[in-house]
């Protein structure tokens, strides 16, 4: 009995400590960003798609930003603490809707609690809906908005798709990925981040090159829209794909597209978009200069610039998850 009681009191102290600081899972998270989303669109009429694009663009771009906090769990959307509260108050965190409105503060109490609380979920995001509802309820409204806002074409680029995306699939958990080339058709690649190529002077080469046979189709790895396609002399019939993380997938040296697809169209995982080819290298329809693959490559956007990122890694992962 005596060895029991410690045990218990171990279960009990452990249990507790366990429930307080629980993570919530991924469902979770969509499930809760989802209710929020809507109930603000319950109050303020702002579609919930438009508040979800912002919410996950601000995400994406804190994600991999030294200059802002990382975000939290719920919402991605930020207002620096001297905007919510005024740059002449002296309490940087203030919740006092009066002081924050007597200094010259943006905060909001949004859920009728007596707080403006910059920390609350409501809170931001009713300050979030508030702004666009002084602008409209449509695309072009909000296109407006996003561009006084941000006050750069990407940033609006990137929104305006979030936003086609999630009112397209009318849902958040969209975080699905596939490897570009489907099962049964035979490819190979290494990893050749970073190696010189000898075409178009001394440029390092951004990507991996995925070997297959002409016509093997090319897949979309996520959810996203389709920014750019066309002709290119170095990397001849490409396709650009940027997804909700901000990230933005490039396909070269295509064969072809796929029938119809076209530049502003929602793409998901697994789509075929076009197929390997051995385009570029010269004036439009130049092939044939190199052996057939598909070159893949992946850049990160953080609301000021872009930079090309090694995609191998995620290849592997996708590769991985497609032989389960
Ligand atoms: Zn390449």
Redesign the pocket.
Known sequence: MKKVIPLVIFFILFGVGKASAKELTQDEIFEKRMDLYKKTEATTQVPWYYLAAIDQFERSIRDVRKDLPDPPAITGYYIPPEIWSGALNSTLEDINPMTIELFGGIGVDGNGDGKADRTNNEDLLFLLAQYLSKYGMDDQSFRLALWDYYQRDQSVRSIMGNAKVYRTFKRIDLSEKAFPIPKGYNYSYKN?WGDR?GWGGRRI?????IFANYGTPVRAVAYGVVELKGWNKYGGWRIGIRDLNNTYHYY??LNGFAKGLKIGDVVEPGMIIGSVGSSGYGPPGTAGKFPP?????MYKDNGLNEWSFDPYPHLRLWERSQKK
């Open positions: 050749t190529r080469h951004e990507g991996t090159d070269a040296h693959h598909l070159h893949f490559g």
